[in-house]
Nanobody, 115 residues
């Protein structure tokens, strides 16, 4: 079964850092685009950052300068380095991978930033 698995979430104080990881299993192709999205309680899921297979990146304005998305050495692995975390960064963070019409999501990992 094809799946994306996130890890690295947790509880951190404001100003702290976390690193999220995403790995794909049973996938032989390379995603065109991978990304991180988040959903806060009572809010819609929103884009955090994306990276294409050519290395182009895109960030939400709210995380520019604080978060860095990167690819791992293994195919279809991805990271999100989150620094200077704020309480408003709290939410469930989802890994996403797109290949043509295929759009895959992970189960999500909880990030909680305390003030």
């Amino acid at each position: 079964q094809v799946q994306l698995v996130e890890s690295g979430g947790g509880l951190v104080q404001a100003g702290g850092s976390l690193r999220l990881s995403c790995a794909a299993s049973r996938i032989i192709f390379r995603f065109n685009t991978m990304g991180w999205y988040r959903q806060a309680p009572g809010k819609q899921r929103e884009l955090v950052a994306t990276i294409t297979s050519s290395g182009s990146t895109n960030y939400a304005d709210s995380v520019k300068g604080r978060f860095t998305i990167s690819e791992g050495n293994a195919k279809n692995t991805m990271y999100l380095q989150m620094n200077s975390l704020k309480p408003e960064d709290t939410g469930v963070y989802y890994c996403n991978g797109v290949w043509g019409a295929l759009n895959l999501w992970g189960q999500g990992t909880q990030v909680t930033v305390s003030s």
